[in-house]
């Protein structure tokens, strides 16, 4: 094998938040409407309002919007992804676009590293939009769960309107290199909008070299600005690896529409790949970084839940 278990670690928290009255939330934009209120709210709390942004704020170090959004990094990224730098995404888990108080928001924060200590941060600033509100409705936090790989264990870290004395579990990847490959032949299900740009070109329909190059480099972007340490892989053999990979048919479409930013004022676009893509001739010492993929996202926006996919063979 050309690459180590990575040094990165995740938590996995599961929010319940019960609106006061129905509300309409489309599932395609809900982590992007979660991002939107998170940010706004804790730059609120923890910001001055005289501060011109974190690159010359006199607090960054000690300010976790900063440190959360704007993350100093020590050294340039190998990827250059949107978010590639953010140690957190957000997984909606609802199927439908009504949330009402007898079917609640459900979603999954995903931490990684160093920033899983700032839990608690996600847990008050959700809080708080009980009265700040999500999408101009008023919704309270129900209950927040700490998970563990498997979604069946938990420990109860928010109940009946109050932090609990638990905490959380944290997760390592082992568990992937520990298990048979399923074949040459994988089928991706994209979930989100995937988008990947690899070699300064935009895949309409991902290549398998596309994805594992930015699976490669978002490892060990956030392995080295969130755990401190180098990723062991030989980077350049991963890459040429996956190039003898083949699509043999795709179903799918591209997928667009408009995001505001409340930060910038600025409308952008929001795009990608959504379908099914099968590969063939793929190496089996890929299928530990697919199966880390799977948890960890691929492509850009991945802290809104965008680069979500399923792996199986075919």
């Given at each position: ?16 938040m ?6 309409r ?6 982590g ?7 940010g ?10 005289k501060?011109?942004?974190a ?7 000690e ?11 020590p ?18 888990l ?13 979603f ?36 927040v ?21 638990a ?18 032949r994988?089928r991706?299900d994209?979930l ?10 935009l895949l ?8 594992i190059?930015r699976l ?10 969130w ?8 980077y350049r053999?991963?890459?040429?690896c ?16 408009e ?23 793929v190496?089996?010492?890929?299928w ?22 399923r792996?199986?063979?075919?």
């Amino acid at each position: 094998m050309f690459y180590d278990t990575p040094p990165l670690r995740i938590a996995r928290f599961r929010f319940e938040m019960r609106p006061a009255s129905p509300m309409r939330l489309p599932a395609s934009r809900c982590g992007e409407v979660l991002y939107g209120a998170f940010g706004t709210v804790l730059r609120r709390i923890a910001c001055d309002p005289k501060c011109d942004g974190a690159p010359s704020c006199v607090r960054r170090t000690e300010c976790p919007y900063a440190a959360l959004f704007e993350p100093a990094i020590p050294a340039a990224p190998r990827s250059a992804e949107s978010g590639a730098c953010k140690a957190f995404l957000f997984r909606p888990l609802n199927d439908g676009d009504e949330i009402t108080p007898a079917r609640p928001l459900r979603f999954e924060l995903r931490l990684f590293g160093t920033a899983i200590e700032s839990w608690g941060v996600f847990v008050d600033v959700f809080r708080r939009l009980s009265t700040t509100g999500l999408a101009d409705r008023a919704v309270d936090l129900v209950s927040v769960l700490s998970l563990d790989w498997s979604g069946t264990s938990a420990r109860i870290l928010f109940d009946d309107g109050a932090m609990t004395a638990a905490e959380p579990i944290v997760l390592g990847f082992d568990r992937f290199f520990e298990t048979a490959p399923a074949g040459d032949r994988v089928r991706i299900d994209f979930l989100t909008p995937t988008l990947i740009k690899d070699r300064r070109t935009l895949l309409r329909v991902p290549t398998l070299g596309g994805v594992i190059r930015r699976l490669r480099d978002r490892i060990s972007t956030l392995s080295t600005s969130w755990e401190s340490r180098e990723w062991n892989a030989d980077y350049r053999a991963i890459g040429e690896c996956a190039e003898s990979a083949v699509v043999r048919r795709s179903e799918g479409e591209w997928s667009v529409h408009e995001r505001h930013s409340t930060r910038t004022r600025r409308e952008m676009p929001v795009e990608g790949f959504r379908g099914t893509v099968f590969y063939d001739a793929v190496d089996e010492r890929l299928w530990p970084l697919l199966r880390i993929g799977e948890e960890i996202h691929a492509g850009q926006h991945t802290v809104w839940g965008n680069g979500r996919y399923r792996l199986s063979g075919w």
